[in-house]
């Protein structure tokens, strides 16, 4: 217990020590453009997307890196990060910058566009971010949606299989619903199977205000600091150190 005590304060005094080689990205939904840099305050990048994407990428965050969220603004997520680790000296940040109110990472999808599928009356796509991983969808009047998987179904031979209430898509970055009376769906809320996912070994994460998602902050490897966020309306855990989490710090979350 007494190493383990030691680990996590080693990590917590090293948070506020900037790294040679580490670079700050820096993401605004007010203010920000996914064709900047995202290196700079004053050159932001708009959307997780291209955190999702950068994670995956072979040019991965590293050791000291952090990815920070202008305060006062809200995001779609899910903000993931797959398999990208810090260090025990240099953990990988997730954080805020500016001053304001916490940023708010929305775990539902609030912000996406509805469209009809041509051929299927009563059908709407809707695109999501890469690494969504949607597992329930409702509407605003309450009615629940019921999945309905695609198989080895053709897009078209699944979709006119679609009932009233249907939904599919949950692997990928479409998603499918029909509506109960063939009209433009209303305020959707497709809930993510996790909002913030940071996958890898040495991470904090803090200063963030997560809401409406499944889980809303699931790390997935060791010496993981959770500080300091705000977690509203999650449909299932706030905060959940499974997947394999050791060494995992939670504090001063509300």
Known sequence: KALKALAIA???????????DATNYYLSSSQGNDTNSGTSINAPWKSLYLVNQKSGSGSKFTAGDSILLKAGDAFD???????????????????????GAKPIIYGDHPSITWSPVAGHSGVYSAIVLSGSLVERVYDTNGVIYNLLLRGTNTLDNWLNTFMPTNWGGIDTSTIYIRTPDGNPPPQMHLFEWATVVP??????????DV????L????????????????QDATSYGIYCGRGSTYCEIASNT
Do not use: E, M
């Open 211 to 214: 809401r409406n998602g499944g």
């Open 216 to 231: 809303a902050i699931v790390p997935g490897g060791k010496g993981i600091i959770i500080r300091n966020n705000s977690i």
């Open 199 to 208: 996958t890898g070994d040495y991470y904090i994460v803090q200063n963030l």
């Open 10 to 20: 080693a990590i917590c005094l090293v948070a506020q020590i900037p790294f040679a």
């Open 77 to 99: 997520g899910p903000l993931k990060t797959g398999n990208n680790s810090g260090t025990s000296n240099s953990p990988i940040i997730f954080d805020s910058y500016g001053t």
